[in-house]
């Protein structure tokens, strides 16, 4: 019998390699493939996507932006999913306020020469404190931001996040719910609202992470993803 198909979808201004050291080390239990959001003028249609490379029952974990995507998916097709894990995420609307926000930091970068995806600023407000001057962590975003370029920075960011809430709450599949303890992009009190809207969710917090747990606390992620899996 085959092993399951687990599709991983990154977060914003993430490719593949946010998902590295849990795609190495759960092959023995999954079959591991991360999806590319990087193109699509609608949540809906960057999950429909998704659910076009997905086989007719797969387990997902979408990190971030990515977890808003499964949201989505789970949305559109609740029936196919085996599994869930959402992880530093967002369940809520976008205000006018933030989608304001976004829209313009976008069109600015937009108009701009020069390209700069993960600076200090962005370190302090992503990682744990422990973390910002950890080079292996800062330069795989760093790598990964370059990589994907202005012209994905803007299309992600001018979407518009959709109210999740309804679809959540309507699951029966076993979900995960995780989130860095020192996550100040996705506070742990969000997601404690989400895990107690979820039937049966498990909600874990996660220490000494902020918000880019794959990456700060890579094996605690991956265990958590195969516990989700035994489920």
């Known amino acids: 019998m085959p092993l399951p198909q687990l599709i991983l979808i990154p977060g914003r201004m993430n490719d593949a390699d946010l998902f590295r050291d849990q795609v190495a080390a759960l092959t023995d239990v999954c079959r591991p493939v991360v999806a590319d959001v990087t193109r699509g003028r609608s949540f ?62 976008a069109a600015m970068v937009e108009r701009s020469v020069r390209f700069n995806g ?71 009190a969000h997601h404690r609202e989400m895990a107690a809207l979820i039937p049966g969710a498990v909600l874990e917090i996660i220490p000494e992470a902020g918000h880019m747990t794959p990456l700060e606390q890579p094996d605690a992620v991956t265990a958590l993803l195969r516990g989700l899996l035994a489920r």
């Open 44 to 105: 809906a249609e960057l999950a429909a996507s998704v659910l076009d490379m997905a086989e007719e029952r797969f387990a997902l974990a979408g990190f971030s932006f990515g977890g808003v995507v499964s949201m989505e998916i789970a949305r559109q097709a609740p029936e196919r999913l085996s599994h869930l894990a959402l992880m530093d995420t967002v369940m809520t609307p976008d205000t006018p306020e933030a989608l304001a926000d976004r829209r313009a930091a």
């Open 118 to 188: 993960f600076g200090g600023a962005t370190a302090a407000a992503y990682l744990a404190p422990q973390h910002r001057d950890d080079e292996a962590i800062v330069s795989r975003i760093r790598a990964m931001t370059d990589r994907l370029g202005k012209d994905v920075f803007v299309r992600q960011t001018r979407l518009e996040r959709p109210d999740n809430r309804a679809a959540l709450a309507a699951l029966t599949c076993p979900v995960l719910v995780a989130c860095g303890a020192e996550d100040r992009v996705t506070p742990p």
